[in-house]
């Protein structure tokens, strides 16, 4: 071959025959002459038999035929390459679990154990058992009693308490006598997540307080809205935020890891040169790519398992749908994923640069548009377009959808076709992008 063009076809004797000489080193001496135009041709090679037009196309387009033999060759040497790096292996299995753990324990969004004392100036059997109520919620945690207005605001100022409590002194005596009496309550807003869910916190347990008043007859009339409404959460009754953070971590893993890795494949054969196997050799460029994906996609599915593990005996969240639809999402998003990171490493040249991008273009989308914290239904234009047009948000869903929701095959393959469709599209860039000669 030469300059990806094949000018014979052969084996070695013939080869070596058809130019008039006994040594395959001068044979291909000659045809490289003969196809660079340096040299003219020699008489007595006038004479030597030529392959047929028809015949070299032929072999040609054989050798340019799709061949699984060449895919594995690229697969095997890309294993080998990383079997033998062991910060490679390292970071491909122990940094999923070092995320998982890290994001697991780290990200929750749960409102509980908030500080809390009360300033009661009232003393009676109507204060205490308001007290009970927040002191008996696991949303609350009490702290010694306040004792005057000055204590309340330097334990607020310090940080010792999120939230105080002021009963007035005539508390139990107006709630007898149907006066509604008002509670002072003194709320830390600086969090204002955590400010606006304790505040519904507090409405929920006066609420259920003023409610048992009034069934032990020490109230007549209850302020409250005309219609009782009772919410109970359908598919997160513990309403437990590590239940929507672990697939989210499983989402923002599989794309972020594999993507980062096999960005660097075919940028370090472009670092060491070695690259000039791909370029003189009849591989075809979905060979080469298929080859340094299939071990990335491999490693994966295996570090997988120890993260279901970790899910479901640690964080004690198990699968309540389809496991197979949760295992068909994760091969087609780790294809997606890893083809996005061979799309990057066609037209990257350093892996620095190649890791760096991967892992921007990959965090970005990750956090906020693929309903990891806020639902992409609820996203608009430019938001929502980034939202749907990138694999993580559709994995979101079969994640979420089979560990919590309780969703079945039937319910998720359309996103499993979306994701297919991007690893198809990715490697598909990827190949347009690569080039079989050198620039």
């Known amino acids: 071959m030469h300059a990806g063009r094949v000018l014979a076809v052969g084996k070695a004797k013939e080869l070596a025959q058809r130019r008039g000489t006994d040594k395959l080193e001068d044979a291909f001496i000659a045809y490289l002459e003969d196809a660079s135009g340096s040299v003219a041709a ?30 594995w060759a690229y697969a095997r040497r890309e294993t080998i390459e990383i079997l033998r790096d062991p910060i490679r292996m390292a970071f491909a299995f122990l940094g999923p679990i070092s995320l998982m753990l890290t994001f697991g324990y780290g990200i929750s969004f749960d409102v509980e154990n908030l500080a809390f004392a009360v300033y009661d100036q009232d003393q009676t059997r109507e204060s205490r058992e308001l007290i009970e109520n927040f002191s008996g919620s696991r949303y609350f945690a009490e702290h010694p009693e306040i004792t005057s207005v000055s204590d309340m605001e330097r334990r607020l100022q310090n940080g010792e308490l999120k939230l105080a409590i002021e009963i007035p002194p005539n508390f139990g005596k107006d709630l007898l006598m149907d006066k509604q009496p008002a509670i002072s309550v003194w709320l830390d807003g600086a969090n204002s997540f955590r400010g606006e869910t304790a505040r519904g916190y507090l409405a929920m347990l006066a609420q259920v307080y003023l409610e048992d008043q009034l069934a032990r007859g020490r109230a007549t009339t209850l302020p409250s809205l005309p219609v009782n409404m009772e919410v ?28 980062m890795m096999t960005a660097v494949g075919v940028v370090r054969e472009k670092e060491s040169g070695s690259i000039a196997n ?10 080469f790519l298929f080859g340094k994906q299939a071990p990335y996609v491999a490693i994966s599915l295996i570090s997988f ?21 949760l295992l068909m999402g994760v091969l087609t998003y780790v294809l997606a994923s890893t083809g996005f990171g061979l799309l990057i490493s066609s037209f990257t040249t350093t892996q620095v640069a190649a890791i ?35 694999p993580p948000s559709w994995f979101m869903q079969i994640s979420l959808g089979a560990l919590t929701k309780g969703l079945w095959l039937a319910d998720l393959w359309p996103n499993i076709l979306v994701l297919l469709g991007f690893a198809t599209a990715f490697v598909g860039a990827a190949a347009v992008a690569l080039n079989k000669q050198e620039a």
Do not use: H
Not at 278 to 287: D, G, M, N, Y
């Open 42 to 71: 020699r008489p007595e090679e006038a004479a030597q038999p030529v392959v047929p037009m028809g015949l070299a196309s032929t072999a040609s387009a054989a050798l340019r035929r799709f061949d699984w033999r060449r895919l």
């Open 232 to 259: 109970r959460f359908r598919y997160n009754q513990a309403f437990k935020s590590v239940y929507s953070i672990i697939p989210g971590v499983l989402m923002l893993i599989f794309m972020l890891i594999p993507s």
């Open 278 to 287: 791909f370029r003189s050799t009849p591989i075809t460029k979905l060979e």
């Open 305 to 325: 398992v120890p993260l279901f593990f970790l899910a479901v005996f640690l964080f004690g969240v198990s699968v309540q749908g389809s496991i197979a639809a």
């Open 356 to 390: 760096f991008t991967a892992s921007v273009l990959s965090i970005t989308p990750c956090i906020n548009f693929s309903g990891l914290l806020v639902p992409v239904s609820t996203l608009t234009g430019a938001a929502r377009i980034s939202g749907l047009g990138f």
